[in-house]
């Protein structure tokens, strides 16, 4: 298995990250440094998550991260990162 992040997850790391640091850098970088870990054990275990039926007959996922919620879509051997937020944001 392969993993890719979208520019879209790229993207909520970099907001996440920018809403959490002026408030304390450090825990800001230790929080995205554990969002961007996180999907590497998806590559042992691709069918961890819990499956998303509204996006059939895509296989699109998602994990629980602390309180941030992370979106992925298994295609052959490839599994892209969708999304991330807080699991508070309106989504």
């Known amino acids: 298995m392969e993993l890719k992040w979208t520019s879209k997850a790229v993207s909520d790391i970099d907001?996440?990250?920018?809403?959490?640091?002026?408030?304390?850098?450090q825990v800001a970088a230790r929080t995205v440094q554990a969002?961007?870990?996180a999907?590497?054990?998806?590559?042992?275990?691709?069918?961890?998550?819990?499956?998303?039926?509204?996006?059939?007959p895509r296989e699109v996922r998602r994990i629980l991260v602390g309180r941030y919620e992370l979106r992925y879509e298994i295609q052959q051997s490839v599994i892209y990162v969708l999304r991330l937020w807080h699991t508070r944001?309106?989504?």
Request: charged share 35%; hydrophobic share 45%.
């Open 15 to 25: 907001r996440l990250y920018a809403f959490l640091a002026p408030v304390n850098r």
């Open 35 to 37: 969002l961007a870990a």
């Open 39 to 56: 999907p590497l054990r998806l590559l042992e275990q691709p069918r961890l998550g819990e499956r998303l039926e509204e996006f059939d």
């Open 89 to 91: 944001e309106d989504r």
